[in-house]
């Protein structure tokens, strides 16, 4: 069992950087690998970022070049660092434990969802 506590979404400008956190409980996490989600109003839950439990990470091509994941084993946390924010990246982000890594399916541990808005 894996339980998963999201932190650090909220209102930003164009432009601005936001980094999202998420705590996980037990030994699990070392060997899982690890997803960042995202969902806009109207649309689909699609993944963002991922890395896996050796630090392999991929980020989707619409947040290529801005958004950074990565993971701390020590402290049972992974994080979404945000850059250059743009209000289509405006949605609620999840983290995701047992992501699989090749097909972006996600696994069965879902964070309570954090939202992130862009906006002037």
């Known amino acids: 069992q894996v339980q998963l506590v999201e932190s650090g979404g909220g209102l930003v400008q164009p432009g601005g950087s936001l980094r999202l956190s998420c705590a996980a409980s037990?030994?699990?996490?070392?060997?899982?690998?690890m997803g960042w989600y995202r969902q806009a109003p109207g649309k689909q839950r699609e993944l963002v970022a991922a890395i896996t439990s050796g630090g392999s990470t991929k980020t989707e091509n619409s947040v290529k070049g801005r958004f950074t994941i990565s993971r701390d084993v020590a402290k049972n946390t992974v994080y979404l660092q945000m850059n250059s924010l743009q209000p289509e990246d405006t949605a609620v982000y999840y983290c995701?434990?047992?992501?699989?890594?090749?097909?972006?399916?996600?696994?069965?541990?879902w964070g309570q969802g954090n939202q992130v808005t862009v906006s002037s």
């Open positions: 037990g030994s699990m996490f070392r060997v899982l690998n």
């Open positions: 995701n434990a047992g992501t699989n890594f090749l097909s972006g399916v996600s696994g069965d541990y």
